[in-house]
């Protein structure tokens, strides 16, 4: 059985990847091209809403630094299996709204201890076929999250994120797409990147 094409989109909160991976998806079903979107996400705003119903500022607060990074990558790694797994079984190509290094880069960012044991144990999973960087100034993407109303990111937070990801030793085989400009032309850029591998 031939592996399907996954296409992985990742960058800071508030870049755009959600969005732009769902529309993806969406146009590639739409052209013959049967594709499913993946969210591959720590579950963060799940344990933030916990925490605050006991009275907690946030999931770290509540599970301890340790226990939440634990947590975090548990999560993660499970919504990644599933991904890899449904991909595989249906054969639709996969757009995947983050990845192995999303982890990689939170933990740097916040200072996180075991970044390494998450590394090892990510080490299962296949890369992707192409994995594009929305790079998205970090000014622009904290009015994004703060007009989406969902949560808040502290600016300087975001550009820990984006520098924990430019940081990576993979990040000079990610395609850099610009997540600052209009979103139709952010959808465009990463349609004439996708074309050529999925025919």
């Known amino acids: 059985m031939a ?16 969005t732009q991976a769902r529309a993806l998806a969406r146009r590639l079903t739409a052209r013959g091209v049967p ?12 344990w933030n809403r916990l925490a605050r119903a006991l009275g907690r500022p946030d999931g770290r607060a509540l599970f301890g630094r340790t226990g939440y990074a634990a947590l975090e990558a ?5 919504a990644m299996a599933r991904t890899v797994l449904v991909s595989r079984v249906t054969g639709r190509t996969a757009v995947l709204d983050r990845w192995t290094w999303c982890q ?38 904290q009015a994004r999250v703060t007009a989406r109303g969902i ?39 990463l349609d004439r990147l996708v074309t050529p591998l999925v025919g």
């Open 3 to 18: 592996r399907p094409v996954l296409i992985a989109l990742v960058g800071v909160d508030g870049s755009g990847k959600s």
């Open 35 to 46: 594709a499913r979107y993946f969210e591959n996400a720590g579950g963060r705003p799940l």
């Open 74 to 78: 548990t999560v993660r790694a499970a």
């Open 104 to 141: 990689d880069v939170i933990m740097t960012a916040r200072g996180d201890r075991g970044r390494r044991t998450v590394r090892r144990a990510y080490a299962v999973f296949p890369r992707p076929t192409v994995v594009c960087f929305l790079a998205t100034t970090p000014e622009v993407a």
């Open 151 to 189: 949560d808040t990111e502290e600016l300087a937070h975001l550009r820990a994120l984006d520098a924990a990801y430019r940081a990576l030793a993979d990040f000079g085989t990610f395609v850099v797409v610009d997540g600052d400009r209009d979103p139709d032309e952010v959808a465009a850029a």
